[in-house]
């Protein structure tokens, strides 16, 4: 089963994805959980340690994509060989938990990055067609790396979303995308909940639309963050934990495919 996490930055994407991760790992599957996101976040939310989050994310080691993907001439590989990035780059943590971290295709200067997106493009078809492990994506915030293709042949999309009319739009653009790419399961997390009238605002909001849970606004949250630690570690019974483990329960019966 593959499943990316997308959204508005500042959705809380990257805790839901890493405590999505865990919990799915504690149930006997082997999960890689992959960083796509700028901020590199999840290695901490995944409860690693400092020393494993400093390292260098995958689409940041230029060599290798100038290797992979570069042909004479100028031009580029459109498969690029991929097959051996999980065992070269992922670092294991807890729950049967694999964190591979890919960074984001970086958009300074002028020149095509177009080796870059083949790169990833190749990548997470891999980890989505060719593995039979569950795979959650933690994708950057934002619409270009659907707009190049590179959330094709998933089993299902997550979209994060806030009880804010700016949340809400992202959400509603990355549907018509989500759409234009045949991805079948879309659904949305409502996340920072705080009342009744949060969750008639974002059913009213998105009402063509499944919602596979409410989370509510946790201040343990908060103060796993403070001290940089997951908050499946901090507080495994705090409310998110309790609720994540309904969508959780949710995903497995309705999307995993033996």
Known sequence: MKVVIVGKGGVGKTTIAAC????????GYNVIAVDADPSLNLARALGIDDTTASLKPVLYDEDLIKERTLLPGGAYRLNPKVDDVV?????????????LRLGYVKTGGT???????????ALLTHLILGRRDVVVVDMVAGLEPMSRGVARGI????????????SVDVTREILR?????NIKNFVVVGNKVVSDEDVVFIEKSLNEVKVLGYIPYDENVVKADKLGISILD???????ITELDKVKELILKNYLHP
Do not use: H, Q, W
Not at 20 to 27: F, T
Not at 89 to 99: E, K, S
Not at 111 to 121: D, H, V
């Open 234 to 240: 901090y507080n495994p019974n705090s409310p998110i």
């Open 87 to 99: 065992g070269r780059y992922g670092v294991r943590g807890p729950d049967n938990v694999t964190l």
């Open 177 to 181: 995308l989500a759409k234009d790419l």
């Open 20 to 27: 999505l991760a865990r919990l799915i790992g504690r149930c």
């Open 155 to 166: 089993d299902l999309m997550i979209c994060v979303t806030e009880p804010t009319v700016k």
């Open 111 to 121: 020149r095509c990055l177009c080796p870059e997106y083949a790169f990833l493009r």
